[in-house]
């Protein structure tokens, strides 16, 4: 499925009035580059992120691409932004994998999570920007996160269900009360049975709920005998991408 990233250059720039954007390094399709996304209003003023273009970017005119969002977890706070690479999609790509998407990997300070408002208000505003600078399809608009990022899918995703063609939160938990907003997104929930950081059963109360609400677009894959790392096994499945790529807005799931 993923092969060896071709290279091109391919420059960005945006300024608005609310937020402009700051590059430490110039984007390219099939490199993952440091760039930050500086805020004039809310709590949050800067989202630094990891953005990959994937090869082909560029090359054919009016082509959009699908888009993920990869929310990392608690560890990958505390340190600076290649630290985010260290699990999940951006290792993947760091390691030499090819992803057919527009990869956008943020990273959440130490002293705040994801599934805060400020932090949740700043995603949106990332998204918002990114779709403004590259050529991105908004109908197949993906949502991922490990652990904390997987509480932090989930609160996005209850909170904006309009915007996510796909949601898949692992080893994380939300509020069941959401379900009612969740029950027509796509959503592939995935969690160790053997988690002691996050209870097995935060997913296991969501999905529950979700599909007592009416939801018949949620998958549950329990990883058994496996604790907290279930997102490995979840990132080398490939039927999760084939299965992602089926989803979109505009015509809905495939299946």
Known sequence: MFQPAARFGLG????TSAAHQSYAEKAAAGRQVEQALELEEGSVKQVPYLLYLP?????EQGKKWPLVLFLHGRGESYGPLSLVTKWGLPKMVKEGHDLPYILVSPQCPGDNSWNQPGQ???LIKLLDSIG??????????YLTGLSMGGYGSWRLA???PERFAAVVPICGGGRTEDAERLKDIPIWVWH??????????HSKEMVAAIRKAGGQKIKFTTLEGIGHNSWSAAYATPELYRWMN???????SKE
């Open 132 to 141: 403004s600078t590259c050529a991105v399809d908004s109908n197949r608009v």
């Open 120 to 122: 949740q208000g700043a």
């Open 12 to 15: 960005l720039l945006l300024m």
């Open 55 to 59: 090869q082909g970017y560029g090359q």
């Open 158 to 160: 209850a909170d904006h």
């Open 246 to 252: 089926q989803q979109a807005l505009a015509s809905g």
């Open 192 to 201: 160790g049975d053997q988690d002691r950081a996050v209870d097995f059963q």
